[in-house]
């Protein structure tokens, strides 16, 4: 496993930058690599050449030579004249949070979509670094009038991605078309939805899995899952869709927001979210944080949350446990009082007595709504059922 080292830089608005740094540490480790030194720049601002100052600068040169590592990974994002300076500076490769966060996406994608959707955040992020990388061909050849050849490979490059980009694109709005008439059909069919969402690694494969009993691939590991898998979950008469996103990281990279915003498009259909948390975490105030203004971000904080603190086994806090609007359990051991929770928020619903003309009402009933009694007579027959109000509204006509 290739050793780097670690650059933090600390400015004064990060109050949780040590687990910052843990998790930099586990974003890394996640690329294959593994970190040999950590040296911390305390700055109350970027440096807009270089990141951080000449005298950090130096002290770094030499470890790394010392050391004889050749990658620096920042644990802030770079632009792609400070990357080009300090690459040329250190003479080695630097690396910086958005490259590590899409290098992890590009490993756990397994749909077509899910590859089109990191191609296109991946194309969008080297475009603007081409500038730099033919400097070794860059010499004039017949005077100004004419470019030099690494200005014309840049040129030749960037009409190449931009292409590359505009194809994935157009492939995933193909999908998206799709995934809209899927969602299209389920709505038809007046099924309610639910959404599990959260920071990455909180358990939310694990929920899905144990309300289903279907496997959808989970792991101890950031961003185990970015394609959305929805379940139908049948639970004491009642159906309802839950499916799993992608999860959320602080400073999620604009560009993956952006091109994962059809699979995204599902946490803004939904008729409750179910915000999964790890109550095992240091950083739980943070991550519950960064999901919030995620959701905001892509419009969907107006939907009802019910909040999931999960992985309680690894706590000394009591589970399982209700409180208020509050679920307190472990996903690997029993989900009983999640499941009853999310019910009793989806279907709320009044029991009421109809009678029914025999035909096909019946079987329609017995489908959508709880059936708690019936009585068959000679006109008809007699139900006792739990009922939403838009089925009452279709049924009034039968009250009793």
Same mark, same amino acid.
């Given at each position: 496993?290739?050793?780097?080292?670690?650059?933090?830089?600390h400015l004064p608005e990060q109050m949780d930058f040590e687990e910052e740094l843990e998790?930099?540490?586990?974003?890394?480790?996640?690329?294959?690599?593994? =970190? /040999?030194?950590?040296?911390? @720049?305390?700055?109350?601002?970027?440096? #807009?050449?270089?990141?951080?100052?000449?005298?950090?600068?130096?002290?770094i040169r030499q470890r790394l030579i010392i050391k004889d590592l050749s990658t620096v990974v920042f644990n802030c994002d770079l632009s792609p004249s400070m990357q080009q300076t300090l690459e040329s500076i250190w003479n080695c490769e630097v690396l910086d949070r958005t490259y590590l966060i899409l290098q992890i996406f590009q490993k756990r994608a397994k749909t077509k979509e899910?590859?089109?959707? =990191? /191609?296109?955040?991946?194309? @969008?992020?080297?475009?603007?670094?081409? #500038?730099?990388?033919y400097t070794h061909m860059d010499r004039q050849k017949g005077g100004n009038r004419n470019k030099g050849l690494g200005e014309k490979k840049i040129e030749i490059d960037s009409r190449t991605i931009s292409k590359q980009?505009?194809?994935a694109k157009k492939e995933l709005k193909n999908l998206e078309g799709q995934r809209s008439l899927q969602r299209r059909k389920r709505n038809k069919n007046e099924i309610k939805k639910v959404?599990?969402?959260g920071y990455t690694n909180t358990g939310k494969s694990s929920i899905l899995n144990a309300m289903s009993q279907k496997q959808v691939f989970e792991k101890d590991m950031l961003f185990a899952t970015l394609n959305t898998s929805t379940r139908k979950i049948e639970y004491n008469r009642h159906e309802f869709l839950c499916s799993d996103t992608v999860g959320f990281v602080s400073s999620l990279p604009h560009t993956l927001i952006e091109a994962f915003h059809s699979t995204l498009e599902e946490v803004k259909e939904a008729d409750l979210l179910v915000h999964v948390m790890d109550m095992s975490s240091n950083s739980l105030e943070n991550q519950k944080k960064v999901t919030l203004e995620t959701l905001q971000q892509i419009h969907a904080d107006s939907i009802p949350v019910l909040n999931v603190y999960n992985k309680c086994d690894k706590t000394d806090h009591p589970y399982p446990l209700l409180n208020s609007n509050q679920v307190y359990i472990s996903a690997k051991e029993d989900i009983s009082l999640l499941l009853k929770t999310i019910d009793e928020l989806l279907f709320s619903n009044q029991i009421l007595k109809i009678k029914i003309p025999y035909g096909n009402l019946v079987n329609e009933i017995n489908q959508k709504c709880k059936v708690l009694k019936q009585e068959y007579k000679e006109d008809g027959i007699?139900?006792?059922?739990e009922m939403n109000e838009k089925m009452i509204s279709k049924y009034i006509k039968y009250l009793e």
């Open positions: 496993m290739e050793k780097v080292l670690l650059a933090g830089v998790e930099m540490k586990q974003l890394i480790y996640a690329c294959e690599m593994e =970190v /040999e030194e950590v040296w911390i @720049q305390n700055l109350r601002s970027i440096n #807009k050449k270089t990141c951080i100052n000449s005298g950090k600068i130096e002290e899910a590859f089109l959707q =990191v /191609e296109v955040a991946t194309l @969008q992020y080297f475009l603007p670094r081409l #500038k730099g990388s980009i505009q194809r959404c599990l969402v007699c139900m006792e059922v």
